[in-house]
């Protein structure tokens, strides 16, 4: 059997396997409680061993919500600490996802994206400037991160740009979440998560600026 062929073969039973899990465990992963989790972690290296373990499955079973992840660790830990795990689930996860993307191939994940509601848009997305194309991708709060991880990946957008315009993307975001986790988690009930992303992706920036333009003018 030639190279190309069994290459096929294992990528088709990674795909099916994914998604086999992934709908098995659905019901469970999509309302896994992180701070009961973090609560019987007896160490705060093994509390963070614990979340960056969930990134890593969020990122390769497309399921868990990012946004109460964000929060959960938010109100577990002190907002330092848990902004620093944030970021580094952030950069678990778009890698992880990046590369599974480019592993599976352009053919499998334009299927899996094909017909829903952001694969469309995505996929529109891939002839243009692919720097650009990423940060607004990470800014807006209608893609979600894993599928286009995966989409990037697949389509061969370079590493480290891809990395780059990612993180700058998804900070706010991940910033205003872990942050504001309290009052949000409350909200959320009631509110859909893309919208308040959408207010935190717009204010927070508003907000540095707004720092840095009163510290600048304080030394002038």
Do not use: C, H, Q
């Amino acid at each position: 059997m030639k190279k190309d062929k069994v290459l096929n073969i294992i990528k088709i039973l990674l795909a099916v396997t994914l998604i086999t899990v992934a709908a098995v465990n659905y019901k469970t992963l999509s309302t896994l409680d992180i701070r009961e989790l973090i609560s019987s972690a007896t160490s705060i290296y093994i509390a963070a061993g614990i979340i960056l373990g969930v990134y890593f499955v969020k990122a390769i079973l497309l399921v868990l919500p990012a946004s109460l992840i964000y929060i959960s660790v938010g109100l577990a830990l002190d907002w330092k600490t848990a902004l620093l795990i944030n970021m580094l689930g952030i950069v678990i996860e778009v890698t992880a996802t990046y590369f599974l993307g480019k592993f599976l191939g352009k053919d499998a994940v334009e299927k899996r994206l094909s017909g829903t509601k952001g694969g469309d848009k995505l996929l529109a997305m891939k002839d243009k400037n692919k720097n650009i194309a990423t940060f607004i991708i990470r800014l807006a709060p209608v893609f979600p991160i894993d599928f286009s991880s995966l989409f990037m990946g697949a389509f061969d957008f370079k590493f480290l740009p891809y990395f780059i315009f990612s993180v700058l993307g998804l900070a706010p975001r991940v910033i205003g979440f872990t942050i504001l986790g309290d009052g949000l988690y409350d909200v959320l009930k009631i509110i859909p998560p893309k919208y308040i992303a959408i207010l935190i992706a717009v204010a927070v920036p508003i907000a540095v600026a707004v720092v840095i333009y009163k510290k600048r003018k304080k030394k002038a």
